[in-house]
């Protein structure tokens, strides 16, 4: 069963920039598209990137040109790099794939961007 497991959230200033880290197991990393996802509080989660097994990738209109995802095969990872944090972008961020699997949504990784 595949697993995903968020790390690298943290509290920043509004401009500043985070790293997250999606540790992927249980299925064949390389050839799956993977998607970071997001959740503010009382707002449906929301697609804010995914990355593909030809390392094409497509972002959310909101993200774009602040927001890079990547991916490292060798270490079954999905990056999220974050960068000129709003304090929109106050969420708790989770990876799965894509389409998301209902069954495998982790704890997720808080981000919150203070004004």
């Known amino acids: 069963q595949v697993q995903f497991v968020e790390s690298g959230g943290g509290l920043v200033q509004a401009g500043g920039s985070l790293r997250l880290s999606c540790a992927v197991s249980?299925?064949?990393?390389?050839?799956?598209?993977v998607g970071w996802y997001r959740q503010a509080p009382g707002k449906q989660r929301e697609l804010v990137a995914t990355?593909?097994?030809?390392?094409?990738?497509v972002y959310a209109d909101s993200v774009k040109g602040r927001i890079t995802i990547s991916r490292d095969n060798a270490k079954n990872t999905v990056y999220l790099q974050m960068n000129s944090l709003k304090p929109e972008d106050t969420a708790v961020y989770y990876c799965?794939?894509?389409?998301?699997?209902?069954?495998?949504w982790g704890q997720g990784t808080q981000v919150t961007v203070s004004s």
């Open positions: 249980g299925r064949t990393f390389s050839s799956s598209a």
């Open positions: 799965n794939s894509w389409p998301s699997r209902p069954t495998a």
């Open positions: 990355i593909f097994s030809g390392d094409t990738t």
